[in-house]
């Protein structure tokens, strides 16, 4: 049986696992145009919308050029050159671009935005990261390069840092727990996965949320990420959390590093310049698997 299809990508809990493994096998069959940076013409005639509320280098251009290498068109949008600065509603101008594209990609620094740009859009809304919410792709593409290091049942992953604000955390963390690899977890107490989450996950899935000191970490993955600094309502949480924690050698070991990036100074000169870091690869994979995405979307 074929895994059901999607129209929107909003969230990981949307997907179960056999639809991830489809998705994992789709990008797997872009991987050598995207290693050959050779096109396809299977998205021919049709056009993608990134609509982006929110500043970003690689879910946008990764989403173009994945659209790119489809051969549809692009088009794009900033909010600051939009009539959004005219005072046009979110509404409208999900109903205006629906006329236009035939799928829309979208960020938005408020969670549910993605949800209910699908509620009330014609054409497929792929969440591209709705505040502290979720970011669906930024996970199929991390389960994609996870995937290419090994089997990833069988993968001991720590997730390491803001685990509060960093959506994609919250996506990836859901997601492992689809499958039976071991998932740790590291962060200042003050930065802990949400309480919701870590309930959710022990009740559909039976795992408990695990945490250990940095210091202690042993894995295959260590998976971090930046202080989300532009969640914080507060500036006093923030300068009390700010630094407080390095990704050094010692922490790192013999594990892979992964990052969503943008990093900031969170990882210490020496690991950025190891073998470990594989980060950029890792951006590079949310080539194959975007246009897998977009492909499904636009079947
Ligand atoms: N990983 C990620 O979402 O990066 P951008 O914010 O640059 O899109």
């Known amino acids: ?34 290693k050959k940076r050779e096109s396809l013409e299977s998205l021919k005639g049709k056009v993608v919308a990134t609509l982006f509320f929110e500043p970003s280098t690689r879910t946008r251009l990764s989403f173009e050029t994945a659209a790119a290498r489809l051969s549809s068109g692009v088009v794009t949008f900033s909010k600051e050159s939009s009539s959004q600065k005219k005072g046009e509603s979110f509404h409208d101008t999900i ?42 792709t930024q996970t199929l593409l991390d389960l994609f390069t996870m995937k290419s290091i090994g089997d990833i049942d069988k993968l001991k992953v720590a997730l390491v840092g803001d685990l509060k604000y960093a959506r994609v955390m919250h996506s990836l963390y859901f997601a492992l ?35 250990q000191d940095i210091e202690d970490i042993d894995c295959d993955i260590l998976y971090t990420c930046r202080i989300q600094k532009e969640r914080f309502m507060d500036e006093n949480e ?23 990036l943008p990093k900031v100074d969170e990882i210490h000169p020496e690991v950025e310049a190891s073998e470990n870091a594989i980060y950029f690869p890792q951006a590079g994979y949310g080539i194959p698997m975007r246009m897998a995405i977009l492909e499904e979307a636009l079947r």
């Open 177 to 211: 727990s689809m499958f039976d690899s071991e998932v740790v977890l590291s962060s200042p107490e003050q930065l802990r996965m949400p309480k919701d989450l870590t309930d959710e996950v022990e009740g559909v899935f039976g795992k408990k949320a695990d945490y």
């Open 95 to 136: 109903k205006t671009v629906e006329q236009y594209a035939d799928c829309i990609v979208l960020r938005h620094p408020l969670e549910g935005t993605a949800r209910y740009a699908a509620e009330i859009s014609e054409v497929p809304i792929v969440n591209g990261g709705d505040g502290a919410n979720q970011h669906p």
């Open 238 to 260: 923030l300068r009390r959390v700010r630094s407080s924690y390095r990704i050094t050698r010692d922490v790192v070991k013999e594990a892979l590093l992964m990052h969503p």
């Open 1 to 34: 049986l074929e895994a059901p299809k999607l129209k929107d990508f909003i969230s990981i809990r949307d997907m179960d696992r056999p639809f991830i493994e489809k998705m994992l096998k789709k990008a797997d069959k872009m991987l050598p145009v995207y």
